[in-house]
């Protein structure tokens, strides 16, 4: 590599320093006052941080946004936004044009941070503690990475993930999920930094978060400092530490005032989400020596920002060559990072899928289990783990390479052990497919999707590509009760826009379905799997297992006569519906079976496939499924009738409760015979 002097960033003068942080201060005040709407108060009492921050620690290139080698900085109090637009506009992200259209329909400056709508922007925040669990997935990835990636003298991946967050997070239990995790990790390059203004909406944190915030970080294994978030040297001295600190994650508890400079608001509640108010902001402005402008940039701090473009550039450069360089001594590894950050599988996985005979009874979780273990050799990037289901799951990851367990000090690994912690677990797959080089799953029980249900709705939001199985996917659970057995929440998954819900009938729509998640680059993907044995299916008599990735398809239909009788299920369920299929023939009627292993696919078939499988003449509808009937009202027409779950299930052996809830076939058939049909 060409020799040249280490780079540095040249840090501002104290002068220029304040200026930057009061620069940042009223253009946040400034945005809510022109939107008239929004959080002042964080932002103007974080000021110093964002300054220290950006001007003498963080690393990124504003000419190019997705570089693997830049620091991430995630904004966990997400109504905060204006404080991270500030910073990007003086990065060089974002123009004025850009703050003043702050909350305004269409802008890239919208009501709470949001990735991909706005450059420089690492993840969607808003709901608090969100943004802070995401970090520590993207710190997680970083070491995996690294260890994957990095040699003896290439750094390749060498990065900090830095956290901003305030009370609020701090109350929210998902981020002690994922700090004990972090801890447990020993993530040193991940550094949080707390505004602690002790105000949160109702009024001073003392209402209600009282505990000793430093000795629970303590406790939970992390490098702990509590400084006066105001004072930029300390600030600086922090930050240097905490990098210094490279087996602990750490914290820097930063004593804040909310609306600092506001005469009238600063440290009060009101301060926290409505506008100042005009009158507030030209005292403020006034009582720092600051134009009475809105949206005011001082020259002296554009020309240092314009000094401090250059300077990232000549970083990335920097590491640009190193690429170059790593490229041609170690040209496959080089070019296999290339391939996992541009998202394209490698060729021929598809060879990995396996077939299953048929005969056999698989249960759906199992089938998952052998595909993901093809997988593991296959698509290496594939990563995750379960929250303490792993073996429930099947979703050990133990062929391939590295099939370990990451854990402190060992990021070689393609599992993790996320402990009972979905909620957590969420957000950190989230974080690791933000992060890049990775494609994230997480597994448990279907029934606990509900504790993780903000994160996969994120991660629809941010079209992540991550995958979520869940196991144990109805009733037939049985034993363990009805607090274990899914009802409503198939329907649940269903309702967030665009997430892809597959429910596999047998082992063999298994192996689509995980193709089909693995294909998905622009969402992401849920995986509904039975606890219970399910025969696979003879595809010499039924369709071809291929078919699943159209969502739905004809498995069984009479040729003879035209069928009346239309019977559509998923999952477990389709065997239910080939039963009653015979059933109904032995009565001389004429039935088509469709398989239903993922609607929203099916709804962005061409009209004309989705007409051949539901015929709008064929009414005698027939739709089986464990779960509630909701989604499933357009299908089932007014003629038809849907056999499901309407109330939660009930502890006893799988088949009695299935008998006692009406899901066998007899049951069904006396419905359907009641019908007249
Ligand atoms: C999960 C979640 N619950 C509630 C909210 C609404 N909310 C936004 S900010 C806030 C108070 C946060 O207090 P703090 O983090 O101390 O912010 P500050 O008042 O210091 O700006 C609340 C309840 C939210 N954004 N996310
Ligand atoms: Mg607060």
């Given at each position: ?367 998952g289990?052998?595909?993901m273990?093809?997988l593991?050799?296959?698509v290496?990037e594939l990563v995750g783990g379960a929250?303490?289901?792993a073996?429930?799951t099947?979703t050990e990851i ?16 393609r599992n993790i052990?996320f ?6 677990m969420?957000?950190?797959t989230?974080?690791m497919a933000?992060?890049?080089?990775f494609i994230p799953f997480s597994a448990t ?20 590509r991550n995958i979520f199985v869940y ?43 995980w193709?089909?998640m693995l ?5 992401p993907s849920a995986i ?150």
């Amino acid at each position: 590599m060409p020799e040249r002097p280490p780079l540095v960033l040249q840090p501002p003068s104290r002068e220029t320093a304040q200026k930057i942080a009061d620069t940042l201060r009223f253009l946040a005040a400034d945005q809510v006052q022109k939107a008239n709407s929004g959080h002042p108060g964080m932002p103007m009492g974080s000021a110093e941080i964002a300054t220290v921050l950006m001007t003498k620690h963080l690393r990124i290139d504003p000419k190019d946004d997705k570089w693997l080698g830049r620091d991430r900085f995630v904004l966990s109090a997400g109504h905060a936004g204006t404080l991270l637009y500030g910073m990007l506009h003086l990065q060089g992200f974002l123009t004025i044009e850009d703050l003043q259209g702050f909350r305004q329909l269409g802008t890239r400056t919208p009501g709470h941070p949001e990735a991909g709508e706005t450059p420089g922007v690492e993840a969607s925040t808003g709901p608090l503690g969100a943004g802070f669990a995401m970090a520590v997935g993207m710190a997680a990835a970083e070491r995996m990475a690294a260890e994957l990636y990095n040699t003896p003298k290439f750094d390749i991946v060498d990065h900090h993930t830095y956290v901003l967050t305030g009370d609020g997070c701090q109350e929210e239990g998902v981020v002690y999920e994922a700090a004990s995790l972090a801890g447990t990790l020993g993530l040193g390059r991940l550094i949080v930094i707390y505004d602690r203004n002790k105000i949160q909406i109702e009024g001073s944190t003392d209402l209600s978060f009282t505990e000793n915030v430093a000795k629970r970080y303590e406790a939970m294994h992390w490098h702990v400092q509590e400084i006066d978030g105001h004072d930029m040297d300390a600030i600086d001295a922090a930050l240097i530490l905490a990098k210094e600190e490279k087996t602990r994650p750490s914290i820097i508890i930063a004593r804040t005032t909310i609306a600092k400079g506001a005469p009238k608001k600063a440290g009060s509640a009101s301060a926290h989400g409505e506008p100042l108010g005009a009158d507030e902001v030209a005292a403020a402005k006034a009582a720092a020596r600051w134009p009475a402008e809105s949206f005011f940039v001082p020259k002296e701090v554009a020309d240092y920002f314009d000094i401090r473009r250059g300077e990232w550039m000549a970083m990335r450069q920097e590491w640009n060559e190193m690429f170059a360089a790593y490229d041609k001594k170690h040209h496959a590894t080089a070019r296999e990072l290339l391939r996992v950050l541009s998202g394209e599988l490698p060729k021929q996985w598809k060879h990995s899928l396996p077939e299953f005979p048929a005969g056999k009874a698989v249960a759906t979780r199992a089938a998952g289990g052998t595909v993901m273990n093809g997988l593991g050799e296959a698509v290496p990037e594939l990563v995750g783990g379960a929250a303490d289901l792993a073996p429930s799951t099947k979703t050990e990851i133990k062929s391939g390479a590295n099939p370990e367990f990451i854990g402190k000090g060992m990021f070689l690994g393609r599992n993790i052990h996320f402990g009972v912690r979905e909620h957590a677990m969420g957000w950190f797959t989230n974080g690791m497919a933000l992060h890049g080089g990775f494609i994230p799953f997480s597994a448990t029980f279907m029934v606990f999707h509900d504790y993780m249900r903000p994160a996969v709705r994120l991660a629809s939001m941010m079209k992540l590509r991550n995958i979520f199985v869940y196991t144990h996917d109805s009733i037939m659970v049985g034993e363990d009760g009805p607090t274990h057995e899914p009802v409503e929440q198939l329907a649940a998954l269903r309702t967030i826009p665009g997430l892809n819900v597959w429910r596999p009938a047998d082992a063999n729509e298994t192996a689509f379905a995980w193709q089909a998640m693995l294909e998905r680059k622009d969402g992401p993907s849920a995986i509904c799997l039975s606890r219970q044995n399910l025969p696979v299916l003879d595809r010499t008599k039924f369709a071809a297992a291929r078919e699943t990735l159209k969502g739905m398809y004809i498995l069984d239909t009479d040729t003879e006569k035209s069928p009346e009788i239309l019977i559509i299920a998923s999952g477990s369920d389709v065997h239910l519906a080939v039963g009653v299929a015979g059933e109904l023939r032995k009565q001389g009627k004429a039935v088509r079976v469709v398989s239903a292993p993922c609607l929203e696919v099916f709804r962005t078939q061409a009209e004309g496939y989705r007409k051949k499988v539901l015929p709008k003449r064929m009414k005698k509808r027939l739709v089986i499924e464990s779960g509630i009937a909701q989604g499933w009202e357009g299908i089932v027409g007014d003629s038809g009738i849907f056999v499901g779950v309407t109330d939660f299930g009930l502890s006893g052996k799988a088949e009695a409760v299935a008998e006692k809830l009406g899901m066998t076939v007899p049951k069904i058939m006396e419905r359907v015979n009641g019908e007249g049909w």
